[in-house]
């Protein structure tokens, strides 16, 4: 069955601190995509990035970076020196061979 | 193609009264997915759809709950005999399947009274 855990519900960072959302997951497919998605409080859920099962390279995006670890089931996402603006609720999701499966969220506050 | 467009973006219903709700989602996606969020939730799986075919639906899914995609385009929700428990924000996203990410629309935010 698909589970995605993020079990950190709220986190509360200083402006500039860095900090990281983890995200574990369950799957029964040998092929699939992990993602992350920011909803800011406008509401609107936007992707931020897709990870293959097959590529565990960490990929770095501005002040944005995602370690993939198929060993330990766990797709983590680091912001680095956060600012005020990347205040949201983060989700990690999940797809294979079936629906697109998203995890209860962690909502990030940085504090100016 | 500007993106998924979901309508109405707000509707307010009495109790036992029927609603529908109508996505459009990027013209050349085959997926679509309908979920349900509600307040400091994450989105719910209610069903999603691989062209006209409806390929999965959440257990959890009432069956006044239905969806429909006639020509593998656009997608109906219709939610009959509205409970208060059924307020909530419904999302549309689209995606080309077996490629991955998800384009989500602003939702509709049901509201019952």
């Known amino acids: 069955a698909q589970k995605v855990t993020q079990a950190q519900t709220e986190i509360s960072v200083v402006e500039k601190e860095d900090v990281t959302l983890d995200c574990v997951y369950e799957?029964?497919?040998?092929?699939?995509?992990l993602f992350w998605y920011k909803q800011p409080p406008s509401g609107e859920l936007v992707f931020l990035i897709r990870r293959n099962s097959f590529d565990e390279q960490n990929e770095i995006s501005g002040r944005y970076s995602w370690n993939f670890q198929k060993s330990t089931s766990s797709f983590n996402f680091t912001i680095t020196a956060s600012q005020v603006v990347d205040s949201a609720v983060y989700f990690c999701?999940?797809?294979?061979?079936?629906?697109?499966?998203f995890g209860t969220g962690t909502r990030l506050t940085v504090i100016p | 193609d500007t993106g998924v467009s979901q309508d109405p973006r707000h509707k307010i219903t009495k109790r036992g009264q029927n609603v529908t709700f109508r996505c459009d989602p990027i013209?050349?996606?085959?997926?679509l997915y309908w979920y349900r969020q509600t307040l400091g939730q994450g989105p719910e799986f209610l069903t999603y759809f691989q062209n006209e075919a409806q390929l999965e639906k959440s257990r959890l899914l009432s069956d006044r709950f239905s969806a429909e995609r006639p020509k593998g385009s656009f997608s109906t929700l219709e939610i009959q005999r509205t409970e208060q428990g059924d307020s909530a924000m419904y999302l549309c996203a689209s995606s080309l399947a077996g490629a991955g990410e998800a384009f989500f629309g602003q939702g509709t935010r049901l509201t019952v009274v």
């Open positions: 013209s050349e996606h085959n997926r």
């Open positions: 999701a999940e797809t294979g061979a079936n629906n697109l499966f």
């Open positions: 799957t029964r497919d040998t092929t699939y995509y």
